[in-house]
């Protein structure tokens, strides 16, 4: 998914494919149902709306820096 506005969010996440090794931390962590796992088998942002603002869960367990926020101020 790349970044952009979704229906007014402005927080969400979003996957490095390029960084991500699909170990899925990220999507067992969430209890919000933000990913599932893709085709390709990397994780998939599918409920972007549920994604709690300025949370970093899961960007914070992920060993491999995959995770970025759309909306993130760094």
């Not at 893709?38 to 995770?67: H, M, T, W």
Request: hydrophobic residues 25%; aromatic residues 12%.
């Amino acid at each position: 998914m790349k970044g952009g506005e979704i229906d007014g969010k402005n927080w969400y996440p979003i996957i490095d494919h390029d960084k991500c090794i699909q170990c899925y931390q990220c999507v067992n962590f969430c209890k919000h149902d933000v990913y599932t796992i893709g085709d390709g088998g990397y994780p998939l942002v599918i409920n972007p709306l549920s994604c709690v603002e300025f949370c970093r869960g899961c960007q914070k367990i992920c060993d491999n820096d995959a995770i970025s926020y759309f909306g993130d101020n760094k």
